[in-house]
């Protein structure tokens, strides 16, 4: 399958894309980018020389990839959410020495307007309410949400909230699948 590109797009030479994968209007892919397949990129995304994007990643409008992000496989990022790759930016200082990785692993999601601290891992298929702020790593399955986020419960892979403590021993049934997860303490996982 042919990667699709708008007319108004720029990607630069050097930018590697993936089969199937589409990018929108006013787009900008800069050279260094590793993207896999089956992924879009909306209308006025940014796409920085060192990042890494897997498989079926869906980026909507107004989202500015910078250098040091890496997405893993099934993540959706909402529109104008926000990465940042400087922990102390200021104007006068450069500090392109200091950009500090961010991760987001497979299946997570990021809402609308939220706003990734430079530096945190956002862990496998945990869910990020619109317009919160992540400052810290945030655990596999976590429902974060607030300013800044605080995890206010867990979520299944099918993006159904589950009917467990944060902290504790218990299972609980993905509503929607019949999924059964697992928590030990902090820690969830699938059944």
């Known amino acids: 399958m042919a990667v699709t590109i708008h007319p108004s797009a720029i ?39 060192d990042v890494t994007i897997g498989n079926n990643v869906k980026v909507q409008n107004n ?9 893993e496989d099934d993540v959706f990022c909402g529109p104008s959410m926000v990465f940042t790759n400087v922990y102390n930016p200021r104007s006068a200082v450069t500090r392109k020495n200091e950009y500090r990785v961010t991760i987001v692993r497979r299946g997570a999601t ?25 400052n810290r790593d945030v655990r596999p399955y976590a429902l974060m949400a607030g300013v800044p986020a605080r995890q206010i419960g867990w979520i ?14 218990a299972s609980a049934r993905c509503p929607a699948t019949g999924q ?9 996982t699938r059944a």
């Open 110 to 134: 990021l809402g609308a307007n939220c706003t990734i601290v430079c530096g945190v891992t956002v862990g496998e298929f945990a869910f990020v309410a619109a317009g919160a702020v992540v």
């Open 11 to 49: 990607v630069d030479t050097g930018t590697v894309i993936g089969d199937g994968s589409r990018v929108w209007h006013f787009a900008h892919i800069c050279a260094g980018a590793r993207i896999g397949c089956g992924c879009s990129f909306g209308q006025n995304v940014f796409v920085g020389n």
């Open 156 to 169: 299944s892979e099918h993006g159904e909230r589950l009917e467990l403590p944060l902290v504790g021993k």
């Open 63 to 71: 989202v500015s990839i910078y250098d040091a992000v890496h997405i």
């Open 180 to 188: 059964i997860y697992t928590l030990d303490e902090t820690i969830l």
